[in-house]
Nanobody, 126 residues
Framework: QVQLVESGGVLVQAGGSLRLSCAAS????????MGWFRQAPGKDREFLVA????????YYQNSVKGRYTISRDNAKNTVYLQMNSLKTEDTAVYYC???????????????????WGKGTLVTVSS
């Protein structure tokens, strides 16, 4: 069993930066590929980025490539999402999720994740 707890969501102005954290607990948490999704008001939850267990490979959706950076510190069992040049359309609840392997972009669907956090709200004001 893996538990995920997100933190770091706040109100920030457009153009600003923010770092989200996802603390994982559980004996095998560091073996899992971890990723971030977000769900904007009135929209479906969408996959953004992922990182494999070792941290040596990362994967980004085109919509956030160049602005978002995912990283992990396995000594702290924590995954981070650095978000720069924030836009009002980045406003959403951000969720951390985990599955055993990356497996390709097509596998990062809501149903395919083994574990979810409860989310943290990011609000970007104009």
């Amino acid at each position: 069993q893996v538990q995920l707890v997100e933190s770091g969501g706040v109100l920030v102005q457009a153009g600003g930066s923010l770092r989200l954290s996802c603390a994982a607990s559980g004996r095998t948490a560091t073996n899992y590929a971890m990723g971030w999704f977000r769900q904007a008001p009135g929209k479906d939850r969408e996959f953004l980025v992922a990182i494999i267990g070792s941290g040596s490979s990362t994967y980004y959706q085109n919509s956030v490539k160049g602005r978002y950076t995912i990283s992990r510190d396995n000594a702290k069992n924590t995954v981070y999402l650095q978000m720069n040049s924030l836009k009002t359309e980045d406003t959403a609840v951000y969720y951390c999720a985990a599955r055993p392997t990356f497996g390709g972009f097509a596998t990062w669907t809501i149903a395919a994740m083994n574990y979810w956090g409860k989310g943290t709200l990011v609000t970007v004001s104009s």
